[in-house]
């Protein structure tokens, strides 16, 4: 490619911060990989790093430029991509990034099934913050992103949205289990609790959940983990409130059940699957995102028929936020 080493070169820089890091990863000397951060520089006239006492950091002009070449790196990976896939169906490389909670839910299970189906496909999955989840899309370092609460973003296309709502799970010996449905809040809030922590998009759904209710609740453990929130409730540790996503295998194999909330106190979580606006999807992405949203549907119409979600809107396809 035109210019690849110089483009993989300082792509490498801003990602380390360092020429001697970036060099030790790309294999090569430091003196070659500051060349070519020269040689940009005199290329357009401008510094594109700042010198720094312990690295460097990129100018306005730097982040200008990365924005561009990872954008034609992207593009040359999209390309290499469609060339194999002339001599061997099926083959590319897929980058996403969800936030915690569904990475610790549905998510593996459903990249597990396609990669058995389609052995020469590659994911990289990335896990982040749902405030933070936009950013690798928005730089280009991830193809497509989803997750919980996800803020309306410039630069961003929404794929699909789904309405899944915040309910109560607790254990299958818990009195409360006894029945199906909706449950009264205030009959929750009499039990021991173990939340989110604060600082957690879900923590403040639950927040607003519990808002109009004149009691103060202190949970007995707090916790950033959704995996250990589900450890601690089917120990009897406590209640939490999740979404029905987070506990769909738990609740088929009857180590859980999910309750939704009454409805004056149902608050909903919308899950959405995004791109970036400008970006064009390669066949890999495509396919894997046609696979995800089949099974995402497929989960969702089995909530839907147990009363845990509501029927779903039809599904945005290209919208743009």
Do not use: W
Not at 43 to 52: H, S
Not at 110 to 133: S, Y
Not at 197 to 203: E, I, P, T, V
Request: a positive charge.
């Amino acid at each position: 490619m035109l210019h690849s080493r110089k483009l993989q070169y300082i792509d490498e820089i801003a990602r380390c911060g360092s020429i001697r890091k970036a060099a030790a990863r790309l294999n090569v000397a430091s003196s070659a990989v500051n060349r070519q951060i020269l040689a940009l520089e005199e290329e357009l006239g401008v510094p594109i790093f700042e010198r720094l006492p312990r690295g460097l950091r990129l100018t306005a002009a730097g982040e200008l430029c990365i924005e561009h070449i990872r954008d034609v790196l992207k593009s040359y990976d999209r390309l290499e991509t469609r060339v194999k896939g002339l001599k061997m169906p099926q083959v590319g490389r897929v980058s996403m990034v969800s936030t915690v909670g569904l990475a610790a839910g549905p998510l593996p299970e459903i990249v597990a099934r396609f990669v058995e189906r389609h052995p020469r496909m590659r994911i990289q999955l990335g896990i982040d913050g749902a405030t933070t989840t936009t950013n690798p899309v928005l730089s280009g370092e991830a193809d497509i992103g989803i997750g919980f609460n996800i803020p309306a973003t410039p630069g961003l296309r929404t794929l699909a949205t789904f309405d899944i709502p915040i309910g109560v799970v607790l254990p299958p010996t818990h009195r409360l289990a006894k029945e199906a449905g909706p449950v009264d809040l205030v009959e929750v809030l009499q039990q021991p609790l173990v939340l989110a922590q604060n600082g957690m998009s879900l923590r403040a759904m639950i927040n607003l959940i519990l808002a109009p209710l004149p009691v103060s609740v202190e949970p007995v453990v707090e916790t950033g983990a959704p995996e250990t929130l589900r450890h601690l409730v089917k120990r009897g540790t406590g209640l939490t409130f999740l979404n029905p996503l987070d506990v769909v295998e738990e609740c088929r194999r009857g180590e859980l059940m999910f309750r939704p909330l009454s409805d004056q106190y149902r608050r909903h979580q919308p899950m959405k699957l995004f791109a970036r606006a400008r970006a064009t999807l390669d066949t890999a992405t495509s396919l894997f995102i046609e696979f995800l949203l089949a099974e995402l549907g497929a989960l969702v119409g089995e909530l839907e028929a147990k009363g845990h979600v509501p029927p779903q809107p039809a599904r945005d396809a290209g919208g743009r936020d």
